[in-house]
Nanobody, 127 residues
Framework: QVQLVESGGRLVQAGGSLRLSCAAS????????AGWFRQTPGKEREFVAA????????WYADSVKGRFTTSRDNSKNTVYLQMNSLAPEDAAVYYC????????????????????WGPGTQVTVSS
């Protein structure tokens, strides 16, 4: 397993942008596919975005497609989530998750596949 820590969450106005970071330590992070999930009180954690080990493949939930972009810098053991045109419904605790992947193009969109996750970072969007 890797240890993950998210950062970058804060209060932002609707229409604004944020970049979340997920720093990994403990193992060769370049062998891990990663994903972003979010959760609001009383609801299940939902998929936001996924990225393969090299970053060559990405996938997004329909609700964020065209607004959010995930990327990674394996030299820094960090995954990013750039969020643009934020709306109040994007407010949530955002979690980074990771799982070893055999192939460079592998993506995991279901949370069940992930074995490591961070404590989360709070994103608040004011209308």
């Amino acid at each position: 397993q890797v240890q993950l820590v998210e950062s970058g969450g804060r209060l932002v106005q609707a229409g604004g942008s944020l970049r979340l970071s997920c720093a990994a330590s403990g193992r060769a992070f370049s062998n891990y596919a990663a994903g972003w999930f979010r959760q609001t009180p009383g609801k299940e954690r939902e998929f936001v975005a996924a990225i393969s080990t090299t970053g060559e493949s990405t996938w997004y939930a329909d609700s964020v497609k065209g607004r959010f972009t995930t990327s990674r810098d394996n030299s820094k053991n960090t995954v990013y989530l750039q969020m643009n045109s934020l709306a109040p419904e994007d407010a949530a605790v955002y979690y980074c998750e990771a799982e070893p992947a055999e192939y460079s193009y592998t993506l995991y969109v279901q949370e069940d596949y992930y074995d490591s996750w961070g404590p989360g970072t709070q994103v608040t969007v004011s209308s």
